[in-house]
């Protein structure tokens, strides 16, 4: 029974001895979101997790909305495996902030700078 007295007594001393990031958030998650979408190459959204809609801004050109404020996260876009007809040529993704907090722009290009339509996926990180 003592050591069980003096494990729970350090855990609690470990506890509020953390620093305040790595502790929980109110709510009790980890203080982070983690989202995704999948835009098809006009523009819609096909699914994802926080992803709430996409639109085609012009040739190459997107912007992907998410259910929370993704300024401060990290994201990143890549071409999608998902459909055996999507184009894998050596196109770049590129991502960019939003013009509003809960929104990323994704741009689509080939090796000499020209704007086309492709299918992407991309992943969220927010650590907050």
Same mark, same amino acid.
Do not use: W
């Given at each position: 029974m003592r &050591?069980?007295?003096f494990?729970a %007594?350090?855990?609690a *001393?470990?506890?509020?001895a953390? =620093?305040?990031? /790595?502790r929980?958030?109110p709510?009790? /998650?980890?203080g982070?979101?983690l989202?995704s979408?999948?835009?098809?190459s006009?523009? /819609?959204?096909?699914?994802?997790?926080?992803?709430? @809609?996409?639109?085609q801004? &012009? /040739?190459g050109? #997107?912007?992907?909305?998410?259910?929370?404020?993704? %300024?401060?996260?990290?994201y990143?876009?890549?071409?999608?495996?998902f459909?055996?007809?999507?184009?894998?040529? =050596?196109?770049t +993704? @590129? *991502?960019?902030?939003?013009d509003?907090?809960?929104?990323?722009w994704?741009?689509?290009?080939?090796?000499?700078? *020209? #704007?086309?339509?492709r299918i992407?996926?991309? +992943?969220?990180f927010?650590?907050e």
């Open positions: &050591s069980k007295s494990f %007594l350090a855990l *001393t470990a506890f509020v953390a =620093p305040a990031a /790595t929980a958030a709510d009790q /998650t980890l982070m979101a989202m979408a999948l835009v098809n006009n523009g /819609t959204l096909l699914g994802g997790a926080g992803a709430t @809609s996409s639109n801004h &012009s /040739t050109r #997107y912007r992907v909305f998410f259910n929370r404020s993704v %300024l401060g996260c990290g990143v876009a890549t071409r999608s495996h459909f055996p007809n999507a184009h894998m040529d =050596p196109a +993704i @590129s *991502t960019a902030p939003g509003s907090a809960s929104s990323v994704v741009v689509v290009q080939e090796a000499d700078g *020209t #704007y086309v339509d992407f996926g991309m +992943i969220v927010c650590v």
